[in-house]
C-alpha cells in the first residue's frame, strides 16, 4: 500500500461504508441492511481482505463493516493493517458468537462495533444508528461521565439480540448448523431431525434465515403430491 486514502472528518454526506465480506448473498444482504438506513452509503463491497485495503488506500471511507473469515486473510489482519497504515475508519467486526479471544484481538486493534452472526437488519439498523449518534457529539470531554457516555452511545447492546421476538440465538445456530451441515438442501423435516428440534420450530428458523438472506427456498420434486419445500445454506454466518 502506498499510504491511507484521504479521510475527512465527517462528512456532510452520508457515512461512506465499506461491506466486506467474501459470501456474495451475504454480502449483497448486508449491503442493502446499510443502504435501508437514512444517513449511510455503501461506497464499495470487497469479498477478500486484499481487495478491502486497496479500496481503503483509494477511496474515501468512513466506516468498514469486516467479516472476520476471509478467503486470503483474517478480518483481523486487514484491521491491523488499517491502523499500520494510518486509516482511523471505524469499523464494525462480524464475528460469530463463540469468537470470544477474535473479539478481544479487535478490541486490541481498534475496531469500535461488533455484529455478531447471524444477525437481522434490526440489528444492523441498531448498530449504525449508534454510530451516528456518537458521530454527532460535539464540544469538549468535559470529564469521566462524558467520555462514558460517548463510549455508551457508541457500544449500545442491540434491544432484543437484534432477532424477531420469538426467536433464540441459540436454536437459531443450531438450525443454522443442521442446515450448513446437511448434504445440499434440505427440507424442514430433514434440518428438525439433524437440530434435534420439532419440524415447526425447523421451519420458523429456516424461513428466518431465507429472509436474512443466510439460506435460499427452493422446491423438491418427486413422488405423488406437492412438492417439499427444501432450503439451502447460503452465508456461511454461524458455521464459518
Request: net charge neutral; hydrophobic share 50%; aromatic share 4%.
Amino acid at each position: 500500500m502506498s499510504g491511507p486514502a484521504p479521510e475527512a472528518a465527517a462528512p456532510a454526506g452520508p457515512v461512506r461504508t465499506l461491506v466486506v465480506d467474501d459470501d456474495p448473498v451475504a454480502a449483497a444482504a448486508h449491503a442493502a441492511y446499510v443502504g435501508r438506513v437514512a444517513g449511510f452509503a455503501v461506497t464499495a463491497v470487497a469479498g477478500a481482505g486484499a481487495e478491502a485495503l486497496r479500496v481503503l488506500a483509494t477511496t474515501a471511507v468512513d466506516l468498514v463493516l469486516l467479516d472476520v473469515h476471509l478467503p486470503d486473510m483474517s478480518g483481523l489482519d486487514v484491521l491491523r493493517r488499517m491502523r499500520a497504515a494510518g486509516h482511523t475508519t471505524d469499523v464494525i467486526m462480524v464475528t460469530r458468537a463463540r469468537d470470544l479471544e477474535v473479539v478481544r484481538a479487535a478490541i486490541a486493534f481498534g475496531a469500535t462495533q461488533y455484529l455478531v452472526k447471524p444477525f437481522t437488519a434490526g440489528a444492523v439498523r441498531a448498530k449504525l444508528e449508534g454510530h451516528l449518534a456518537y458521530r454527532a457529539r460535539h464540544g469538549p470531554v468535559l470529564d469521566q461521565g462524558a467520555v462514558d457516555g460517548l463510549f455508551d452511545t457508541l457500544r449500545a447492546p442491540v434491544a432484543a439480540s437484534g432477532l424477531p421476538k420469538g426467536v433464540s440465538r441459540v436454536s437459531l445456530e443450531e438450525v443454522a448448523q443442521a442446515l450448513a451441515g446437511a448434504d445440499g438442501a434440505a427440507t424442514a423435516a430433514e434440518v428438525a431431525e439433524l437440530a434435534g428440534v420439532s419440524r415447526v420450530t425447523a421451519r420458523r428458523y429456516l424461513e428466518h434465515l431465507a429472509e436474512s438472506g443466510m439460506a435460499v427456498r427452493g422446491l423438491r420434486y418427486g413422488g405423488a403430491g406437492r412438492p417439499q419445500v427444501e432450503y439451502r445454506w447460503q452465508a456461511g454466518g454461524a458455521t464459518r
